[in-house]
């Protein structure tokens, strides 16, 4: 299906054939190997491969705040320590992976494929209720491959033009959607980042707070899960939040986080089980 750059450059018909607007079926019909479902797997035997966690999100009433660590493990080896686990979907949208870490990058990369290729097509931007049934789709067409040990559980966040609100949306392995409402955690330290939000969330939050509050959560994770890796400050490995506003999609900079991990380091030397007052 590749062009060939010595032809008279016409492209392959595959890429003048109608179909629907969805890059997972053009695939599914013209190259289905390139899916990742479609992989051989060993017949015997759960495949060992490095898993990604945690990820929380968080809304304020401009917005939403997506964040995950950067730890990597692979069994009780500490796999990679600053993995990135959080991407942009396309402006409005941002999504986080949990999960086995090679396959859930690559199912991020096909959802981008899909958001762009659909937008191509239709020349609209899919609604955001539409991402998340698409992402809901890819991640049930995975089932084969968790029931082997690869699942992909990501977290998915976004701004509603319509609603003029932010969104967070959470997954199982078989591609059931949620809409979590305040926020949210997956991956295997959201029970206790969970905790931390139940304590520090409010709704009036600023951008600020909030993204104080993603971070803070992911710190009261990695105190409990040793698979969550906290902000290493040593090595200046810092947690990737994200920020979707009606502005659309923005990554914070490493000095940005930087402030924000050294203040709840600060914190914490004093009050070393968390802060029992407010974020600021």
Not at 110 to 125: A, C, I, N, R, S
Not at 141 to 162: E, I, K, R, T, Y
Not at 267 to 276: A, F, H, M, T, V
Request: aromatic share 6%; proline share 5%.
């Amino acid at each position: 299906m590749e062009a060939n750059p010595r032809s008279i450059g016409r492209l392959p018909a595959a890429f003048l054939t109608p179909g629907s607007s969805s890059f997972t079926d053009f695939l599914a019909t013209h190259q289905p190997e390139l899916l990742p479902r479609n992989r051989q797997l060993p017949a015997q035997g759960v495949v060992e491969a490095p898993h990604g966690t945690t990820i929380v999100a968080a809304s304020f009433p401009g917005g939403v705040v997506l964040a995950g660590d950067r730890r990597a493990t692979m069994g009780n080896l500490i796999a990679q320590r600053d993995i990135e686990k959080v991407f942009p979907a396309d402006e409005y949208s941002a999504v986080g992976i949990a999960g086995t870490a090679g396959l859930a990058v690559e199912m991020v990369k096909l959802f981008q494929l899909e958001l762009e290729h659909f937008e191509k097509v239709e020349g609209v931007q899919l609604s955001l209720e539409g991402k998340a049934n698409r992402l809901s789709t890819m991640i049930r067409s995975n089932l084969g491959m968790a029931m082997q040990g690869l699942a992909v559980v990501p977290l998915f966040a976004g701004w509603d033009v319509d609603r003029q609100k932010g969104r967070i949306f959470s997954y199982d392995v078989t591609g059931g959607r949620s809409e979590e409402h305040g926020f949210a955690a997956t991956g295997s330290g959201s029970l206790f980042a969970r905790g931390s939000f139940k304590k520090l969330f409010r709704e009036d939050l600023t951008e600020q707070q909030t993204t104080t509050l993603v971070v803070q959560a992911l710190y009261d994770a990695a105190d409990e899960d040793s698979a969550t890796g906290g902000p290493d400050l040593a090595r200046r490995i810092y947690p990737i939040v994200t920020v979707i506003t009606d502005e659309g999609f923005r990554r914070l900079t490493e000095a940005e986080c930087s402030e924000v991990v050294r203040a709840i380091h600060e914190r914490r030397l004093e009050e070393p089980d968390g802060p029992r007052a407010a974020l600021l």
